[in-house]
């Protein structure tokens, strides 16, 4: 290990402070069309273990076994009892509650668990992060590491664009590492630094998640090293580089070892020239998963286009929160403005309504997104960054306030509801300024969306003294505030907007310097 001041300690993994999971992906079974890509897996031998370190025997002994985990075969369904995976982690997908794999699932794992790189097309919602995180657990589990072991050393890591999305697959590896001895750990911007390094000062690190910017940061400090990774996934390449985070990424992954040395699996919404030209570059041989966009956007997924006038839009909205059928629901806006506006006129009006963006702080977002999950907030609203990778059980509706301007973002903010296999609805509002957003949305689809104008009752215009009746999605209207408790609530808490805008400045230099 180079230039690693840090002592070697005991290789027994500490899970004392294993953080309990919130939940695991919810894995859709859906109807998805898969392509698969074979050329290079009849050229490409599997990865030698002799290019990574010593490894020893998988962990033995469990009281539990696959007599108490029974799925029968079902016909053009795989099962994960298909794939020779370690116990633990049968245990840990039979708590989960997964029986069959998803589309993405059933093709990549024959090849990811031979040691192949992927290149894989799948949207959020298709289960692709059970698909690597298994890989990497199963990955783990078999090779365990012979001799001494270096507190910050990272045997696997995961790259995603954003927080929220990095602290949901943290907490889907917990949940599937429950029977076993394995650390995780997530390194996002927003939280304490401090903090976090002192969780990998205490333990062992065998998945590590994390944003660009942060994880530089990490290793650029010398507190994280990435020279003995095994696996690395890129996720959701197609918004890293959207993002402007391809600079970063590329600083990290030229602190893995080299591509032949290490599995690589790169996901992505869309294959364009760019994203495929990274992918040639920073994975060996890979095989091509491919997943239909289009089944995994509507075969659980009632749409409908509303089609409105900008001055009749939150009248709508509102009309539609107060029906009996609403029970959970994302509401989705382009710009940080427009969502901090709509979430302050909704507070007002009664409902108790959370905000998801970039400009709130990170502390307040963890805890905003968890009332949201444990169903004490209803409804939520969320830019499209901080919205993406949200996976929350029960969401009924998702609306779409304003169109989104990339057709893609549009799946993935459907794909918020109608998970799990239950069903759900998604509402877009298309009026004068965004109407024409519609066509390519429907190009992506390959599928014409009906567009309807709004019946006249939900363009009925809210009174400016509304005091809404008790229903599920509300609450008691706010009592009148004090000018000063008003002027207190406008100040952000001074260490949360040092953090943010440390981080900020921190990724605006990486990448100008490239």
């Given at each position: 290990m180079t230039e690693n001041n840090s002592a070697p300690t005991d290789t027994t993994p500490d899970t004392s402070d294993t953080e309990v999971a919130t939940a695991a992906e919810a894995a859709v079974n859906t109807k998805a069309e898969v392509t698969v890509d074979t050329k290079t897996e009849n050229s490409q031998a599997e990865k030698s273990s002799s290019n990574r370190r010593s490894r020893g025997r998988g962990r033995g002994g469990s009281s539990w076994d696959l007599s108490q985990f029974e799925v029968a075969p079902e016909e053009g369904k795989v099962r994960f009892h298909d794939f020779d995976l370690p116990l633990p982690l049968m245990r840990g997908i039979q708590d989960t509650g997964f029986k069959f794999c998803t589309p993405i699932q059933g093709a990549s794992l024959p090849h990811t668990l031979n040691g192949h790189d992927i290149v894989g097309k799948a949207q959020t919602g298709t289960g692709k992060t059970a698909a690597f995180l298994i890989n990497i657990i199963t990955d783990l589990l078999k090779h365990p590491i012979e001799g001494d072991r270096y507190m910050g050393e990272a045997r696997s890591l995961i790259l995603a664009p954003t927080r929220e999305l990095a602290i949901q697959i943290a907490d889907d590896a917990v949940a599937l590492l429950k029977h076993t001895k394995l650390n995780v750990h997530c390194l996002v911007g927003g939280m304490d630094y401090g903090k976090q390094l002192q969780k990998m000062q205490k333990m062992h690190c065998d998945i590590l998640v994390g944003t660009p910017g942060r994880l530089l940061d990490f290793a650029n400090n010398r507190d994280v090293y990435l020279d003995q990774v095994e696996v690395m996934v890129i996720d959701e390449a197609d918004r890293m580089l959207d993002m402007g985070f391809i600079p970063q990424v590329r600083r990290l992954v030229n602190l893995t070892p080299k591509r032949e040395d290490r599995q690589t699996l790169l996901f992505s919404a869309t294959f364009t020239p760019e994203i495929?030209?990274?992918?040639?570059?920073?994975?060996?041989?890979?095989?091509?998963?491919?997943?239909?966009?289009?089944?995994?956007?509507?075969?659980?997924?009632?749409?409908?286009?509303?089609?409105?006038?900008?001055?009749?839009?939150?009248?709508?909205?509102?009309?539609?929160?107060?029906?009996?059928?609403?029970?959970?629901?994302?509401?989705?806006?382009?710009?940080?403005?427009?969502?901090?506006?709509?979430?302050?006129?909704?507070?007002?009006?009664?409902?108790k309504a959370g905000l998801l963006s970039g400009d709130v702080p990170q502390n307040r977002r963890m805890k905003t997104l968890e009332s949201f999950k444990s169903g004490a907030t209803k409804v939520m609203v969320a830019t499209d960054v901080a919205g993406r990778g949200i996976h929350v059980d029960g969401v009924s509706h998702v609306i779409n306030y304003t169109l989104p301007e990339e057709p893609e973002d549009y799946v993935h903010r459907i794909g918020r509801t109608g998970r799990a296999g239950s069903t759900g609805t998604s509402i877009s509002f298309a009026c004068e300024d965004d109407a024409f957003l519609l066509e390519p949305i429907e190009k992506l689809l390959d599928m014409k969306l009906a567009c309807t104008m709004p019946e006249e009752k939900l363009l009925q215009p809210v009174p400016s003294n509304y005091k809404p009746a008790a229903r599920k999605l509300k609450v008691d209207a706010a009592p009148e505030q004090s000018t000063e408790q008003k002027s207190a609530q406008k100040e952000e808490p001074k260490e949360e907007q040092k953090e943010e805008q440390k981080e900020e400045q921190s990724q605006e230099k990486t990448v100008s310097e490239d």
């Open positions: 495929l030209r990274l992918s040639g570059t920073w994975t060996d041989k890979p095989v091509t998963v491919e997943i239909g966009a289009e089944r995994v956007a509507t075969d659980t997924v009632e749409q409908k286009v509303y089609i409105t006038t900008a001055s009749e839009k939150f009248a709508l909205l509102h009309n539609i929160l107060v029906g009996d059928d609403v029970d959970s629901v994302m509401i989705f806006a382009n710009r940080r403005d427009i969502c901090r506006t709509l979430q302050e006129k909704l507070n007002k009006k009664g409902f």
